[in-house]
């Protein structure tokens, strides 16, 4: 079996239960960068500094899980920042030094609505698996398409970022064509090339009948062993189980986890 390597993205932690879930996947040499919402570290801030000082990569989700479509630029600006201060904190609390600046937006909304990259972008042969992306993996409606003005907000996002400080997520060898091609080749945020769907686990979303695993199996860009994959899952307590069932499956399926700055 050709080894499949993958980074593990971490989406919402903390939560009252993160603990366990960031121990299950270290108990697993799964190394993960951790996408943290500001609210929820107000209120957990010690499972941040722990899962620092147990060498997981904090990045920002912003502070309230809101999409940046629907907070427009001015207040998503705001939602970066104000969770960029806690994250300076947790590090500085760690006493660890904070090794980049990392940003997900939250739904994967970077001020386009549906659609995570510009739909012009993608090459034409990719246009059917990135909409799947979208519906399968995100949960959005690839119909959806963004408008000028919206792009626009994505781009002034992006420049936002920039300035603050903020670069692209150090993954290597990310060979996938949809992603080399298009314009998640040169976003700021941190992109990703395989939703597990683990979401839709989730009691209301579970009426979808998305079967996850067969997800993994059948995916044809996630079956490249000439490539990494940026491969996104979910910090959330009601669905801690489903997650890592789906890492197991994958790490049974050949899937080496890799870390950042190694
Ligand atoms: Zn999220």
Same mark, same amino acid.
């Given at each position: 079996m050709t080894a499949r390597h993958a980074y593990l993205t971490i989406d919402d932690t903390p939560n009252a239960l993160s603990d366990g879930f960031l121990d299950a996947l270290q108990k697993r040499n799964v190394p993960a960068i951790i996408f943290c919402r500001g609210d929820m570290m107000d209120q957990y801030p010690d499972t941040v500094v722990r899962a620092i000082r147990n060498g997981f990569v904090i990045g920002n989700h912003g502070y309230h899980h809101t999409r940046a479509t629907k907070l427009g630029f001015e207040a998503a600006c705001n939602n970066i920042m104000r969770a960029d201060a806690l994250i300076e904190n947790a590090y500085r609390n760690a006493g660890v030094a904070r090794p980049g600046k990392y940003y997900r937006f939250a739904y994967m909304d970077r001020g386009m609505g549906a659609w $995570? /990259?510009?739909?012009? *972008? /993608?090459p034409a042969r990719h246009y059917d698996y990135v909409s799947s992306m979208i519906s399968? !993996? #995100? !949960? &959005? &409606?690839? #119909?959806d398409l963004p408008n000028a003005a919206q792009i626009e907000t994505k781009n002034a996002l992006q420049a936002f970022l920039k300035a603050n400080g903020y670069t692209k /997520?150090? $993954?290597? &060898? %990310? &060979?996938h064509e949809f992603f080399t091609q298009s314009e998640m080749a040169t976003a700021v945020d941190a992109m990703f090339? $395989? *939703?597990? *769907? +683990?979401?839709?686990?989730t009691e209301r979303h579970r +009426?979808? !009948? %998305? +079967?996850v695993k067969a997800l993994i199996d059948n995916d044809p860009h996630l079956a490249r062993t000439d490539t990494s994959h940026i491969v996104l899952a979910h910090d959330q307590a009601e669905i801690h189980g489903v997650t890592i069932a789906l890492v197991d499956h994958m790490i049974s399926k050949g899937f080496k986890f890799e870390a950042l700055h190694s």
């Open positions: $995570f /990259v510009e739909p012009a *972008s /993608v399968t !993996g #995100l !949960g &959005n &409606n690839p #119909l /997520v150090p $993954f290597r &060898n %990310i &060979n090339t $395989f *939703s597990t *769907s +683990d979401w839709a686990m +009426d979808k !009948g %998305i +079967d």
